[in-house]
C-alpha cells in the first residue's frame, strides 16, 4: 500500500515540477525541457529530478545550470502547489536517453536510405542487363 501512495506523489511532483518548469519566463531555460523522471526518498526530504533538453550541449550545460540555481524558488512554487508535509529538496540530473534515442532514430533511417538507394542500384543494374 505504502508503494502505491509513494509511486502517486512521485507523479503528482512530477506533474508540478514540469507545469512549474514551462511556467519560468527565464530564457537561458530551452523550450523543449522535459522532466523525464523523478526519484523521491521515502521521508520526501530529497528528490533527484531527471531532465531531458533537446538542444545542442552548450544550451543545454546553461539549462541545467539555471535550473539548478533555480532550485530554491522552484521547491517553493512547488510547496504552494502542493500539500506535503515536507517538500522535498530538488536535485536536477541531465537525461540523455532522449537524446540518444533521437540520435539513434537518425541512424536508423540514414541506414534505410542508404539501404534504399543500394536497392534503387542494383534494380536499374538488373534492368539494364
Known amino acids: ?3 502505491h501512495r509513494k509511486d502517486r506523489t512521485d507523479e503528482d511532483i512530477k506533474r508540478e515540477l514540469s507545469a512549474i ?9 530551452p523550450l523543449v525541457t522535459t522532466v523525464t523522471s523523478i526519484k ?3 521521508d520526501l526530504k530529497y528528490a533527484k529530478v531527471f531532465i531531458s533538453i533537446l538542444d545542442d550541449e552548450d544550451k543545454i ?14 521547491r517553493h512554487a512547488l510547496a504552494q ?3 506535503l508535509r515536507n517538500t522535498p529538496e530538488l536535485t536536477f540530473a541531465s537525461d540523455t536517453s532522449m537524446a540518444y534515442g533521437a540520435h539513434i532514430s537518425k541512424i536508423i533511417n540514414e541506414l534505410n536510405i542508404d539501404v534504399g538507394e543500394n536497392q534503387e542500384n542494383d ?6 542487363e
Open 123 to 128: 534494380d536499374d543494374a538488373k534492368k539494364s
Open 40 to 42: 523521491v526518498t521515502p
Open 1 to 3: 500500500m505504502a508503494s
Open 21 to 29: 518548469i514551462r511556467g519560468m519566463k527565464d530564457p537561458r531555460i
Open 61 to 74: 550545460l546553461e539549462g541545467m545550470k539555471t535550473l539548478k540555481a533555480a532550485a530554491p524558488f522552484i
Open 81 to 83: 502547489k502542493l500539500n
